[in-house]
């Protein structure tokens, strides 16, 4: 079992950064591919990004490629998303979530967390 606690959003201005952090708790933390996903009103959940459990693989969307950054620390049972150059769309409640193999699809995550809101104004 893997609970996921989800912080680091905000408002935020367009061009502005922000890095959410999700915090997870559980002794197999190390053993999960690590995704992010969002979801934007009235859209369906999207995949934003994914590690794998070392931290030596990751993967992108392409609407974030070259502006968000997903890394882990297995230490600290944390993984972070440190999102740059932010625009207007990239408003949505963003969520982690736990894979037992690196994948792209919501329906292959196991734990979800409760989600962080972030907004970017323009």
């Known amino acids: 079992q893997v609970q996921l606690v989800e912080s680091g959003g905000g408002l935020v201005h367009d061009g502005g950064s922000l890095r959410l952090s999700c915090a997870a708790s559980?002794?197999?933390?190390?053993?999960?591919?690590m995704g992010w996903f969002r979801q934007a009103p009235g859209k369906e959940r999207e995949f934003v990004a994914v590690?794998?459990?070392?931290?030596?693989?990751?993967y992108y969307a392409d609407s974030v490629k070259g502006r968000f950054t997903i890394s882990r620390d297995n230490a600290k049972n944390t993984v972070y998303l440190q999102m740059n150059s932010l625009k207007s769309e990239d408003t949505a409640v963003y969520y982690c979530?736990?894979?037992?193999?690196?994948?792209?699809?919501?329906?292959?995550?196991?734990?979800w967390g409760q989600g962080t809101q972030v907004t970017v104004s323009s």
């Open positions: 979530a736990a894979a037992r193999n690196v994948a792209f699809s919501r329906l292959d995550y196991d734990y």
């Open positions: 559980g002794r197999t933390f190390s053993s999960y591919a």
């Open positions: 590690i794998s459990w070392s931290g030596g693989s990751t």
